[in-house]
């Protein structure tokens, strides 16, 4: 079970919108439309942004939208604000014997 | 209002057993499965294992295959984890998740508990 690989990092000023990756295989990412993103504060539970690749749950920002193209999943969200600054991390199913994978997590930073 | 409550992590010496619980209230629980997320100290949300709504289908990451145990009592609205021959790497806050469906099929993760801690050191 490997996990997804998202970069380590991620920047933008207020006001700018920002992508972040998340590059899975042909066993998860690309052949399932079951990515999910999740938003995680500092000493806080993570929370559900993102499903089903672009989906938003009640409640969350439409700043926020997701894509997929072949093993490569991205969140996008635009008119950074300073409340978006969080780690990301994406997810997709991976079939019925390795269930679920995560990436390693993108720590987002509003300049 | 959905609610998961983690207890039962502490710290433990390697090779030893601990059996963590999550209590869920808000909904019901028997047409959901239900997930075991960890994170270890400054790390990232690694998924640990998940039971489907009826306990028909179950499921363990290899790195703790073998080792523990998902188990869910629907009649207390309980979801267990029993955590046999802990190693150092085990040591993590481990989070209860419920996934958005009642089966271990695709689905995501639609609410978190606030994690227990389990510290594996001698």
């Known amino acids: 079970q490997s996990a997804l690989t998202q970069p380590p990092s991620a920047s933008g000023s207020p006001g700018q919108s920002v992508t972040i990756s998340c590059t899975g295989t042909?066993?998860?990412?690309?052949?399932?439309?079951?990515v999910s993103w999740y938003q995680q504060y500092p000493g806080k539970a993570p929370k559900l942004m993102i499903y089903?690749?672009?989906k938003r749950p009640s409640g969350v920002p439409d700043r926020f939208s997701g894509s997929k193209s072949g093993n490569t999943a991205s969140l996008t969200v635009s008119g950074l604000q300073a409340e978006d600054e969080a780690d990301y991390y994406c997810s997709s199913y991976a079939g019925s014997n390795n269930l679920r994978v995560f990436g390693g997590g993108t720590k987002l930073t509003v300049l | 209002e959905v609610q998961l409550v983690e207890s039962g992590g502490g710290l433990v010496q390697p090779g030893r057993s601990l059996r963590l619980s999550c209590a869920a209230s808000g909904f019901t629980f028997d047409d959901y499965a239900m997930h075991w997320v960890r994170q270890a100290p400054g790390k990232g949300l690694e998924w640990v294992s998940g039971?489907?709504?009826?306990?028909?289908?179950?499921g363990y990451a290899d790195s703790v295959k073998g080792r523990f145990t998902i188990f869910r009592d629907n009649a207390k609205n309980f979801l267990d984890l029993q955590m046999n021959s802990l190693r150092a790497e085990d040591t993590a806050l481990y989070y209860c998740a419920r996934y958005s469906g009642y089966d271990l099929w695709g689905n995501y993760f639609d609410s978190w508990g606030q994690g227990t801690l389990v510290t594996v050191s001698s």
């Open positions: 039971i489907s709504w009826n306990s028909g289908s179950i």
């Open positions: 042909s066993s998860d990412v690309g052949s399932y439309y079951y």
């Open positions: 089903e690749v672009s």
